[in-house]
């Protein structure tokens, strides 16, 4: 499975470019999202034997088993901010290199620009600078896929297809949408996989068991607390009016409406269709389902990616017998081909968007998150209640209070109890928060008593911060001239194209 050169080649170069442009707006690696900083800080714990974001708290904000455990080696030394990328880059590596069977098993005369074509709608030229676990689970899913239909097809399962099946869930829960189905089908169609496929059952099993049974011991329940927060379905135990409401949020999103219309696509092909090509299909529409009911769209692309790489793998295979006079035609109408090309990017917009705007949504977090934990470890030296835990927490010796919920299970706890907004104030009067540092759209939701201090506004377009502007509060009026002291440290600290706007206070 040696990756095509060119492809490798072209992947790299623009790796390479969104590196650089990345060291020059922030001065080192900074990633386009705050959340590989939440994996960062908990693999910080993980490697001193804690379980938890801050000391002497334990807390499971990740909603991967694996990718923290996979950081916590070379926490401490010097490659622990450059590692996630450099496991992205490896897993980036894998996944192209599956490129060329699957140009293979698409057949011959494929045109030259496929490979690029692949690489772009995967979205592995924007995952990577993310910095979490989605290359992996992306080169885990397209795997899976790959393996399955050359299974079903030649009646032999390639043994990189367990690979696949066993460690995807462990990455992303989200994998068990294509393990199971998966699994399934070699159960009932080749009944010398059977034992192989209990053998997945088992390991996946078991590895899903230990990490809910670890949580579960130290007080955290049986699912990370990131899943609670983020998924409404697993939150409200399935309800039907919140699957429902789940499969109408992908609407508002280009891949997941993509991903709704592949749904009648693929009934239609498993209907028609016989032998392997039905039992693909059928592959297809469960996993389909499976993320339109469970799962989620949009994000920067995140989330979508391997349900996307899996339908485009099954569309490839399913109409194979079809390509060859579609790049005939491309080759001979060269209006059709622009009219296609068109299309195309129109229905990749959102691949493209996360590949171009990175750089920018990595100086995104560099201008809002890395400024709150200055704020914090050097400015205040001290505690501070923020929205995004991440970047803020990761490396920094004082608490960082989480008022979503990731980072704190009393948070969580008083959230999902649609709590009043007194309950910020008695967490943070019991961690020692002096100040907040959170965006403005939640501020009607803030306790009466905190004091707005200071707002700092973004340089550049907004890409993945929530908001354009973080505001800066005392969490009581006492704390006031202490947090305004910190304001003035943090002034002078700041990269030069940032300010702070101070907001008058009242005397006395």
Request: proline residues 6%; neutral net charge.
């Amino acid at each position: 499975m040696s990756p095509p050169r060119a492809v490798l080649g072209l992947w790299l170069m623009i790796l390479a470019l969104q590196v650089l442009l990345v060291v020059a707006l922030t001065g080192s690696v900074t990633y386009s999202l705050d959340d590989a900083y939440i994996h960062l800080a908990l693999a910080e714990g993980l490697r001193e034997g804690h379980h938890g974001i801050n000391p002497g708290e334990f807390s499971a904000p990740s909603s991967s088993i694996l990718w923290p455990y996979l950081l916590a080696p070379l926490m401490g030394g010097p490659l622990e901010l450059w590692w996630p990328l450099i496991l992205n880059l490896a897993a980036g590596v894998g996944l192209v290199g599956l490129i060329g069977p699957l140009q293979a098993r698409v057949g011959e005369g494929a045109p030259s620009w496929l490979g690029a074509f692949l690489l772009i709608s995967f979205n592995i030229c924007a995952l990577p600078l993310m910095g979490m676990e989605h290359s992996l689970q992306l080169f885990l899913a397209v795997l899976t896929t790959l393996g399955l239909w050359q299974a079903l097809e030649e009646r032999q399962v390639p043994w990189w297809l367990w690979l696949g099946l066993c460690f995807g869930p462990l990455v992303r829960y989200e994998h068990l949408g294509l393990t199971v189905p998966a699994l399934a089908l070699l159960g009932l169609r080749l009944p010398r996989a059977r034992l192989g496929a209990l053998g997945v059952v088992f390991g996946v099993t078991l590895g899903i068991a230990a990490s809910a049974l670890s949580l579960f011991r130290l007080g955290l329940g049986y699912l990370p607390s990131s899943i609670l927060v983020k998924s409404a379905v697993v939150g409200s135990g399935g309800r039907l009016g919140t699957l429902a409401h789940n499969v109408a949020l992908h609407t508002l999103d280009l891949q997941g409406v993509l991903v709704l219309l592949a749904v009648p696509a693929l009934a239609v092909l498993a209907w028609r269709r016989r032998g392997w090509e039905r039992d693909l299909a059928g592959f297809g529409l469960a996993a389909a389902l499976g993320h339109l009911v469970a799962g989620h769209s949009g994000w920067y692309t995140r989330y979508t990616a391997y349900i996307w790489a899996t339908l485009l793998v099954v569309g490839l295979a399913l109409l194979r017998a079809e390509l060859p006079r579609v790049w005939r035609l491309a080759r001979d109408e060269p209006r059709a081909l622009r009219l296609a090309g068109l299309i195309v990017l129109l229905l990749h917009s959102p691949q493209l968007w996360a590949m171009f705007s990175t750089p920018l949504a990595a100086l995104n977090i560099f201008e809002q998150q890395r400024q709150i934990h200055v704020f914090s470890s050097e400015a205040l030296k001290g505690g501070v209640a923020v929205n995004d835990i991440g970047y803020a927490a990761w490396k920094n010796d004082y608490y960082i209070l989480d008022l979503v919920g990731l980072g704190s299970l009393e948070a969580l706890a008083h959230r999902g109890a649609w709590a009043g907004p007194e309950w910020m104030d008695e967490l943070a009067e019991k961690k020692d928060a002096r100040a907040a540092v959170i965006y403005e759209h939640i501020a009607p939701s803030l306790p009466s008593d905190w004091v707005r201090l200071a707002s700092l506004s973004l340089s550049g377009p907004r890409i993945t911060s929530a908001s354009e502007t973080i505001w800066f509060y005392a969490t009581s009026p006492q704390h006031v001239p202490e947090v305004s002291a910190a304001l003035d440290a943090l002034s002078g600290l700041l990269p030069p194209r940032l300010s702070l706007e101070r907001v008058p206070t009242a005397p006395g």
